[in-house]
C-alpha cells in the first residue's frame, strides 16, 4: 500500500518559537494533501487542503497566517506553526491522496506537538 | 456542506459478540464511505470502504452496509477480538479530491 510519513514524529518547543511539520508521500504522487488537528478522544478537524503548486485552503476558524502551508511538490507538503502557544499543542496528522485517481486517503502517523 | 453523524460513541462488547457502528450523511451526492481504525497514539487505517453503486460489502469478519435512500451506512464487526478495541471513523465524500467529512468515532472496547 501506499506509505505516507510525518516528520517529526514528536516535537517539544518553547512559547513563542515556530515548529516545522513535513508530510511526504514516499511511493506516489499526491497533487492533494490534507492536514488535520486532533485533539484527545476526538475525532479528526480538517485544518486546511493543500494542493501543489498553490495556496492551501484554510478551514473557517484555522489562522493562515499562524499555520502556514507549504506544498512545493507532489510529495512534500509543510506545515509551520507560527509562534506557538501551549494552546496548539496537539496531534497533528496529514493525509495524501494518490493523484492517479482513487479517492482512499493515506494517513502519516502523526506529529505530537507539545509547547510549554 | 456534508454532515456526517456517527453513534454510538462509546461501544462495549464481550469478545465474540457483533459490534455495529451506524453513520448518517447529509448530502445526497456523496458516494465514498470508508471506514478508518485508529489505535491510540497511532494513523487512522483504512479498514474498508464502500461506493454508493454497491449496497454491502464484505472483507473476513468486516462487513459495511449503505442504504441511499436513507443516508445511512454502517459498519458491522462479527466474533470481535480484544485487538480489534480501538475508535472507528466512518467518512462521507464525493469521491476524487473531494475533501470527505468524518463523523465523530466511536470507541470500541472488547473485553476478554
Known amino acids: 500500500g501506499a506509505v505516507v510519513s510525518q516528520h517529526p514524529s514528536r516535537v517539544i518547543c518553547k512559547s513563542g518559537t515556530s515548529v516545522k511539520i513535513e508530510c511526504r508521500s514516499l511511493d506516489f504522487q499526491a497533487t492533494t494533501m490534507f492536514w488535520y488537528r486532533q485533539f484527545p478522544k476526538k475525532s479528526l478537524m480538517l485544518m486546511a487542503t493543500?494542493?501543489?503548486?498553490?495556496?492551501?485552503?484554510?478551514e473557517q476558524g484555522v489562522e493562515k497566517d499562524k499555520f502556514l502551508i507549504n506544498h512545493a511538490s507532489l510529495t512534500l507538503s509543510t506545515l509551520t506553526v507560527t509562534s506557538a502557544h501551549p494552546e496548539d499543542s496537539s496531534f497533528y496528522i496529514c493525509s495524501a491522496v494518490r493523484t492517479s485517481g482513487r479517492d482512499e486517503q493515506f494517513f502519516g502517523p502523526g506529529t505530537r506537538l507539545t509547547v510549554l | 456542506g456534508e454532515n456526517v453523524e456517527q453513534h454510538p460513541s462509546t461501544l462495549s462488547v464481550q469478545e465474540g459478540d457483533s459490534a455495529v457502528i451506524k453513520c448518517t450523511y447529509s448530502d445526497s451526492a456523496s458516494n465514498y464511505f470508508p471506514w478508518y481504525k485508529q489505535e491510540l497514539g497511532k494513523r487512522p487505517q483504512l479498514i474498508i470502504d464502500?461506493?454508493?453503486?454497491?449496497g454491502e460489502k464484505k472483507d473476513q469478519r468486516i462487513a459495511v452496509t449503505l442504504n441511499k435512500t436513507a443516508k445511512h451506512f454502517s459498519l458491522h464487526i462479527t466474533e470481535t477480538q480484544p485487538e480489534d478495541s480501538a475508535v472507528y471513523f466512518c467518512a462521507a465524500s464525493m469521491g476524487g479530491s473531494y475533501i470527505p467529512t468524518f463523523g465523530r468515532g466511536t470507541s470500541l472496547i472488547v473485553h476478554p
Open positions: 493543500s494542493n501543489e503548486g498553490s495556496k492551501a485552503t484554510y
Open positions: 464502500i461506493r454508493s453503486n454497491v
